[in-house]
């Protein structure tokens, strides 16, 4: 099965040093408490951040996603975004990293005096943790996409905000599960109302007529990536849409794709074994594709 997260295995990652509140460990030592809201509730939220040639990329937007979802849950981080910051230079520091890094930032609520739900029962500042790793992702993925299979767990408010990057990922967790039953690599999951939301793991799209469609945004994480494509439609006058669209619409787009932090762009040949447009890569998704890393350059470029 493919994966947007599929990477080139780096021995490096074996030896890297991982933050927990101020302080370093090997990542064979690395651990949190038992009693630890993020252990016991997934009572918390967290970003994935690449590191490309010295620069964090998006970093403002992912922290601000990060702010405002710990606000979302009356959580505060108990750092300062210039904390924050500064917490992932040192770690970067700490490994020597500078390029093809993929990090996970997690904060949750902290350590519990007893496993218990309500906020009351935590001791003291939140567990912050932030753990690198070199990853590259993978070019065959890049062109020869993933699979998508439409699944019956929803993206809704019924259990928890759809748009919050919640430590508690049991809705997707599921998603994911149900798709691999059905043999596809992610899960196609719909809004309460049957219009496609998004992907268990990503974000969606599709393309018609030279029209790039993607939900409302209403029922699906508020994607860094997301953002990114909105605005490269823009700036390169492909017509662009957040819209309510059905699997209908799906199954006869010309062509689909997800979007992620860790891979960008990323095709999708077929939805439900159903084939999309000829099966393979459209020309829309390779100029996403290509604008998507010309901005990421420039993004560098700037710092």
């Known amino acids: 099965m493919a994966s947007t997260h599929d990477y080139n295995m780096d021995t490096r990652n074996d030896n890297i040093h991982i933050y927990i509140n101020g302080f370093f460990f090997h990542r064979s030592e690395a651990k949190v408490s038992v009693m630890d809201s993020g252990y016991l509730l997934g009572d918390g939220v967290w970003e994935g951040i690449r590191l490309h040639k010295g620069t964090l990329i998006h970093l403002d937007a992912h922290l601000d996603r990060l702010f405002s979802g710990a606000k979302s849950i009356a959580m505060d981080i108990g750092l300062s975004c210039e904390e924050i910051i500064l917490a992932l230079r040192k770690t970067l520091e700490k490994n020597k990293m500078e390029s093809d890094v993929h990090i996970r930032l997690i904060v949750s609520r902290g350590i519990k005096k007893t496993p218990y739900q309500h906020p009351k029962v935590t001791l003291g500042k939140p567990t912050v943790v932030i ?3 070199y990853k590259k992702a993978s070019e065959d993925v890049k062109e020869k996409g993933i699979t998508l299979a439409r699944v019956k767990t929803r993206r809704d408010h019924s259990i928890q905000d759809p748009r919050i990057n919640s430590l508690s990922k049991h809705n997707c967790i599921a998603a994911c599960i ?9 899960g196609l999951m719909l ?3 049957d219009f496609v939301s998004t992907c ?3 974000n969606f799209f599709i393309v018609k007529n030279g029209e790039v469609w993607t939900s409302t945004g209403e029922y699906c994480l508020n994607g860094v990536t997301r953002g990114s494509i909105i605005r490269l439609c823009e700036e390169y006058n492909i017509p662009i849409f957040e819209k309510n669209f059905n699997v209908e619409d799906v199954h006869s787009a010309n062509e689909v794709f997800v979007t992620g932090t860790f891979a960008g762009v990323i095709p ?3 939805v439900d074994g159903k084939t999309i447009g000829n099966g393979t890569r459209g020309s829309i998704t390779e100029s996403l594709q290509n604008w998507y890393a010309l901005d ?8």
């Open 131 to 133: 753990i690198p790793e």
């Open 178 to 186: 149900e798709a691999d039953k059905l043999g596809a690599d992610e």
């Open 191 to 193: 809004d309460p109302y």
């Open 200 to 202: 268990n793991s990503t």
């Open 268 to 270: 999708v040949p077929s």
């Open 296 to 303: 990421i350059e420039k993004l560098v470029a700037m710092f």
